[in-house]
């Protein structure tokens, strides 16, 4: 009923960019909090960063000052920018979203994407 699309992950150097982007589509009734985890080998699944659907951010420590996350409404999508990244970013990043259906209006849900890899080495 739900689907979430991610893209943009890669292969970049220390001290580099990239933007990820998450899409969700389906038979969406209502997006509440979206945001990005991130799963690196051997460690548990963290969260990189949320959003709520009036635009209150939350981040990681690890991540805070090189990270920003964003979202459009109108579009149902999340985006990822990550700035400086280093080697300790490499990892594969989920999109997560709480979502309820049309056919469910009022109960809430976890969604999640993929994942798609990001890593940072010279």
């Known amino acids: 009923q739900v689907q979430l699309v991610e893209s943009g992950g890669g292969l970049v150097q220390p001290g580099g960019s990239l933007r990820l982007s998450c899409a969700a589509s389906?038979?969406?009734?209502?997006?509440?909090?979206m945001g990005w985890y991130r799963q690196a080998p051997g460690k548990e699944r963290e969260l990189v960063a949320d959003?709520?659907?009036?635009?209150?951010?939350n981040y990681a420590d690890s991540v805070k000052g090189r990270f920003t996350i964003s979202r459009d409404n109108a579009q149902n999508t999340v985006y990822l920018q990550m700035n400086s990244l280093k080697p300790e970013d490499t990892a594969v990043y989920y999109c997560?979203?709480?979502?309820?259906?049309?056919?469910?209006?009022?109960?809430?849900?976890?969604?999640w994407g993929q994942g798609t890899q990001v890593t940072v080495s010279s």
């Open positions: 997560n979203a709480r979502i309820s259906v049309i056919s469910d209006p009022f109960r809430f849900s976890n969604y």
């Open positions: 389906g038979s969406i009734f209502s997006l509440n909090i």
């Open positions: 959003i709520t659907s009036g635009g209150s951010r």
